[in-house]
């Protein structure tokens, strides 16, 4: 599977989906629905939000007790769950990555649409080899060279995603002190600075610099990723990375908000050939 491709983390999110409106056009309580399968309510939250994997016998059990008995449509739920349970490119990965960013990779792998403003340092996507391994050694302080390298070639492989030919539309608004911060040797900065020129000019690629002369912005909660995407049963999905844990947001309300105050990031900033402009001084600067 390539970084392109839709992961498990998805399939398991559609599986999930369907299975919440089969449920409620049954008008039957995630209580009952946990009964029949000898598990908590919970247990169906999570598998209907898509965060757990999918056991062949629980689904089953979960369609006939939602009256699905067409075998055509039965099998075909069935196969998603199977799929479902493959494990994605970045799971060889997994020994060198916090136990919440799989699931995050596997969402960025199916996007088709990026939304992200950055605060602390470039995004990953964005990152140069040497500017990465920057990152990561402040990062993982004490890790072995092994295991720095192999998290910097995660990062690299995540971006064939950006460069591939069904890439999807990214849209970020970096803070002026992401492009500030030294990570990194002077000529790491510089190539940093430089690739952030020439990929910004990339026709799936808007790039915008907040700068610190405009003052308060509606970024003051930090950084924080919205993932869009083609299939229209999955909701967008806000993610903000925190220092041992993760938040993955989809209630609609949630999204509106951070759809509101990126809209007015966007606004705010120079636009994206102003914003090269403002690369090249730094650039210069360095």
Do not use: C
């Amino acid at each position: 599977m390539s970084a392109g491709e839709p992961g498990s983390v998805v399939r398991r999110m559609l599986l999930g989906s369907q299975l919440r409106r089969l449920r409620e056009a049954r008008g039957i309580t995630r209580e009952a629905a946990g009964y029949s399968i000898r598990a908590s309510e919970s247990k169906i939250s999570r598998m209907e939000l898509g965060r757990v994997s999918f056991k062949t016998r629980d689904v089953e059990d979960l369609l006939t007790l939602y009256g699905i008995t067409d075998d055509a449509e039965r099998e075909s739920l069935l196969s998603l769950a199977r799929e479902a349970n493959v494990a994605g490119w970045w799971h060889s990965y997994t020994d060198v990555l916090p136990t919440w960013f799989p699931t995050y990779v596997g969402l960025e792998g199916a996007a088709s649409l990026i939304r992200v403003y950055e605060v602390q340092f470039v995004h990953g996507l964005l990152q140069t080899e040497d500017y990465a391994r920057a990152v990561v050694q402040r990062g993982m302080k004490g890790a072995s060279p092994a295991d720095v390298e192999r998290r910097v070639a995660l990062r690299l492989e995540r971006q064939k995603h950006l460069l591939a030919n069904r890439a999807p539309e990214f849209h970020i608004v970096l803070d002026e002190a992401a492009l500030r911060r030294p990570y990194g040797s002077r000529d790491v900065m510089r190539g940093q600075l430089q690739h952030l020129i020439e990929i910004s000019e990339r026709p799936n690629v808007r790039l915008q610099v907040m700068p610190f002369g405009f003052g308060g912005h509606s970024g003051e909660s930090g950084a924080f990723t919205i993932l869009s995407f083609p299939d229209a049963d999955l909701s967008d999905v806000v993610y903000m990375e925190q220092l041992t844990s993760a938040l993955y947001l989809d209630k609609r309300e949630d999204v509106a908000q951070y759809e509101q105050a990126l809209k007015e990031l966007q606004q705010d900033s120079p636009g994206p050939d102003e914003s090269r402009d403002v690369l090249r001084g730094l650039l210069q600067l360095s």
